[in-house]
């Protein structure tokens, strides 16, 4: 979604050629997206050791500008719903509505979906950002190129990748994403081309996977394999390790099919565990209905050189990196 632009000074315009960086505690997800009119095309993609001190940004993939996105384990997110404008005097509750008491520790910024008029509500979805989280990323970027142009949490910027792709493609028809993080797991639903819902649950692949570890006393490695592979059937662990979430996934669905009228929403699932085919059963048996994988790469021009079969393979992990990018992109 919209990033927190304040973190550095607006350009003029928005760049046109742009680094997406992912930036997450178990590698660095690099993409260069160069954007004319509607159509965007990927010049490359590249996955990096993460680095504490050294960010270093292979030459084909440096652009002038990047959009960061940070996985945010400390962050605030939250859609909301208020009556009349986006004003002055929403921004200032803005930090708390977003349960935020001291605003200065923050870097907060929200971006409006839909804007009320007299009595009729406005929505907009808002992020507070740990400075203590932001400073550390910053420091990669305190000179040289390339200038940070945004920063975002990494849940938001799948969210505007998933928004240029499936919504965008389909308009009138209704879709949820579930996005599986390491450790969270973000449930968003669209209708009529805009964010109508979003959830996050403290509940991620790290669960799974220790869970298996640990009931079937396998290392990490095999435990994601067993997850893929469906090597062994795991289906009654699954459910009763998924059931809390999966069942508020149901309520979530209900509500937003009896308050925004529709019905038949197709549901996309991304993330490592997504390409569990025992979790994704899992999750169809309770939702009764299918999930079907997402490929961020799938509405881009993709030059055949940018993308290996390595690459193509760890598509789904670029998912944040060409949202932020993406958003960048958008003010061009």
Known sequence: MKSLKELTDRLKHGPSDCTGIDIGSTAIKLVRLRGSGSDVTLVGAE???PSVTNLSIPPRLRARHAAIAVSGTNAVAKL???????????????HKSLGVAEEDDFRI???VISEGQGRAESRALAVALPQAEADPVMQHFASGIPAPYSLEIAPLATLTAFEHGPVAANPDQAMGLIDF????TTLSFFH????VLMRQFDFGSRDILQRVESTLHVDTETAQGILVDSAFDISELLGELMSPVTTQFVVSRDFVERR???SDIALFAIGGIALSRATLGELEQTLSTDIA????FDNLNVQTQSVDDRIGADSWRFASAIGAALSALEDA
């Open 47 to 49: 996955i990096l050791e």
């Open 80 to 94: 909301l719903t208020f009556p009349g404008a986006a004003d002055a005097g929403f921004e200032g509750r803005l």
């Open 109 to 111: 910024s929200y971006r």
């Open 181 to 184: 993080g390491t450790a969270r």
């Open 192 to 195: 009529r081309g805009a964010l």
């Open 260 to 262: 925004d009228n529709c």
């Open 293 to 296: 994988g997402w490929n961020p």
